[in-house]
């Protein structure tokens, strides 16, 4: 089985700073990875995945991930938020050959003008 | 979310009454999954289904009974709704390539 930690339940920080929302996961077989993001009352978007090939994978709205195998790692960056940016943030895990998703406890990104 | 529709959007129940969430999916993709999500326990799947006529249970189905009966359609039923089954719970489909679309969402409160 694979597990998902989240190891910020709240990250404040201001608008137009960079900010870094982590990820580890646990699985004994090769994952897929993935981000999602929950605006208040609404459904789960998602915002990014690693499948395969490159470890650096990015979204239209300027956050980008990086997979980390040795570290088991699957962080969130963008380098400037927005206050559009305030949501909850999901990570996500699936074992190659099996397809539900595991999700972490998510962590709420709060930006402040 | 286009293409996953949940219905309803918000429900009271009592302690012991019975219903049942609907999810629809215009997407026409196989697998389907309910989950429900709880403050600082992020999404728990209840039940799955992989294709039409199959479902298996996930990590937290007990108290929870599910009906793929089309390839459209996968319903989640309560029987005999209690207090720790207040929460919100979302249907997803899964796309190629592994993603999920996720339907809006059922608000659940058990009185």
């Known amino acids: 089985a694979q597990s998902v930690t989240q190891l910020d339940s709240q990250v404040p920080v201001f608008e137009e700073a960079p900010v870094e929302l982590r990820c580890n996961y646990s699985?004994?077989?090769?994952?897929?990875l993935f981000w999602y993001v929950q605006y208040p009352n609404q459904g789960l978007q998602l915002l990014l995945k690693y499948l395969s090939g490159s470890t650096l994978v990015e979204s239209i709205n300027g956050f980008e991930a990086e997979f980390n195998k040795s570290q088991t790692s699957f962080h969130l960056r963008k380098p400037s938020v927005h206050i559009s940016d305030t949501a909850e943030y999901f990570c996500?895990?699936?074992?190659?050959?099996?397809?539900?998703?595991?999700f972490g406890s998510g962590t709420r990104l709060q930006v402040q003008p | 979310n286009a293409g996953v529709t949940q219905t309803p959007k918000f429900q009271v129940l009592k302690t012991g009454q019975s219903m049942t969430l609907q999810c629809a999916q215009d997407m026409n993709h196989n697998s389907m999954y309910w989950y429900r999500q709880d403050p600082g326990m992020g999404l728990r799947l209840i039940y799955y289904s992989a294709s039409e006529g199959t479902t298996d249970k996930g990590e937290v189905p007990n108290g929870y009974n599910v009906s793929r009966l089309n390839k459209r359609e996968f319903s989640l039923r309560l029987e005999s709704a209690a207090p720790s089954q207040t929460s919100v719970y979302f249907c997803?489909?899964?796309?190629?390539?592994?993603?999920?679309?996720f339907g809006s969402g059922t608000r659940l409160t058990v009185v």
């Open positions: 699985s004994s077989v090769s994952v897929y």
């Open positions: 996500a895990v699936s074992a190659m050959g099996r397809r539900a998703l595991t």
């Open positions: 997803a489909i899964q796309r190629d390539g592994g993603g999920y679309t």
